[in-house]
């Protein structure tokens, strides 16, 4: 999160912003993003002193070198009617944001900049983005473990949150073989602000690929690291190579990083808690093809409101090895994290992560309140159904639809059917 002093440097740079006439949140963070990465480049004395001159030309293209030099990519910032023209705006934006420096390389400031100003404008929801806490990507990273040399992959990367904490993983190695880091981004600006993340957080040997991940059947690494999307439909001709029968982007993600993972790699990704329960047939392959091809280990089931206040989908992550054969499964379920669980969000004492962070590493044995290892054969007569509280001892009430078939399951079978449905009759119809 971000400071007090932070948040009000941040509100007196927006406000500035904004009266320059930028009106969209997601090129107010990236302004900001770039004038932050020309404080922390060669490029920061020849723009101070393009803005004591009083260049406006000077100031425009020494922020387009920005640009250049940090892997953002060329911009039309020295149109004649681009913000970036505007002195006074660049002038006190870069006095402030001069004086902010990233002392935790695992604080995600750039993505809590941009998380600040969409909360701020309670418009969220408008732009699709809600960002994994930070605390919940650390444990992910924990459990997972990248090693020196390695690749690293996430294929929906956001603001780069993930690939940052891999780095800070890894950073306690004084010397280690070259690790690459790669993030995938479908949305232009979003995947902008990565680069100018990654590049501000000295994350090294790191790309952002800006495009559709879905259709990249090349990339390989030996960790994926991922939350991707919850919710849309892809259509039918961008995915006709995937096998899973769905168009839902969780199911089409969770099978696209089965498929990029290298044997014997690693994965830690978060899913909708739909995708560990539901009866639709591509649920059930996935789940399936999980099980038997690729080395499920794991399954956390988080507590309900870790991602407010931004939306209340039920969440859980799934762990598993590349090309493997699933042998046992860790099931665990953790009621509190750390902080409360209303749109508030602040910390507290109740926190059942680091615990199963020790049983995921094997330094302390499942207890069967927290967490139980089944093995993977006793699961096929139920459909794969991967709810950990199917096979913990129960500290809450269960659900009255029942562990198998809880209601936001029920809603994604409909969807999915409905969305099938659609599809079929439309395809008749080009028939006809």
């Known amino acids: ?29 990236e302004y900001i993003a770039v004038i932050l990465a020309a404080t922390r480049s060669p490029e920061g004395e020849r723009l101070e002193r393009a803005l004591g001159q009083g260049d406006v030309d000077g100031v425009a293209a020494s922020l387009e070198r920005v640009h250049d030099s940090t892997g953002l990519g060329s911009r039309a910032l020295t149109d004649e009617h681009s913000p970036w023209r505007d002195l006074s705006t660049v002038q006190a934006s870069y006095e402030v944001l001069r004086d902010l420096h990233v002392t935790d390389r695992n604080h995600d400031l750039v993505g809590d900049i941009f998380e600040y100003v969409l909360s701020k404008l309670s418009t969220a929801g408008q732009f699709g983005q809600f960002r994994t806490p930070r605390h919940i990507i650390r444990f992910i990273v924990d459990a997972v473990d990248p090693r020196p040399g390695e690749t690293i992959l996430d294929p929906a990367c956001g603001t780069g949150g993930f690939l940052i904490a891999a780095a800070e993983h890894l950073s306690r190695w004084r010397t280690s073989p070259e690790t690459r880091y790669i993030g ?34 090349t990339t390989r690494a030996d960790v994926v690291l ?23 982007t969780e199911m089409l993600f969770l099978e696209h990083m089965m498929s990029a993972l290298n044997e014997g790699g690693r994965a830690g990704v978060v899913v909708p808690f739909g995708v560990l329960t539901s009866t639709n047939a591509s649920a059930v392959y996935i789940r399936r093809s999980m099980v038997e091809d690729h080395g499920l280990t794991a399954v956390v089931e988080l507590p309900p409101g870790v991602f407010r206040p931004y939306t209340d989908v039920r969440t859980a992550l799934l762990f598993w090895t590349g090309h493997a054969v699933t042998q046992d499964i860790l099931f665990a379920r953790a009621t509190s994290d750390g902080y409360t669980l209303d749109d508030r969000r602040t910390e507290c004492t109740l926190n059942d992560i680091p ?26 007569r139920d459909r794969y159904i991967l709810n950990p509280s199917r096979y913990l001892e129960s500290s809450v009430e269960r659900s009255p639809v029942g562990d198998a078939r809880e209601f936001p399951a029920v809603i994604d079978d409909i969807t999915d059917r409905l969305h099938e449905i659609t599809q079929l009759v439309s395809t008749l119809r080009k028939a006809d």
């Open 1 to 29: 999160m971000l400071t007090g002093r932070i948040r009000a440097d941040v509100d007196q740079v927006w406000d500035r912003i904004w009266s320059s006439g930028v009106s969209n949140p997601l090129t107010c963070v």
């Open 355 to 380: 615990m199963i962070l020790e049983v995921l590493r094997g330094s302390t044995p499942p207890d069967g309140r927290l967490a139980v290892a089944r093995p993977a054969s006793s699961l096929e």
């Open 226 to 248: 991922a939350n991707p999307p919850f919710a849309g439909m892809v259509s039918a001709d961008r995915v006709a190579s995937y096998r899973c029968g769905s168009s839902r």
């Open 184 to 217: 995938q981004e479908v949305d232009t600006t979003v995947g902008r602000l990565a680069k100018s993340n990654l590049y501000l957080h000295d994350v090294p040997n790191s790309v952002v690929q800006v495009g559709d991940s879905l259709g990249d059947t």
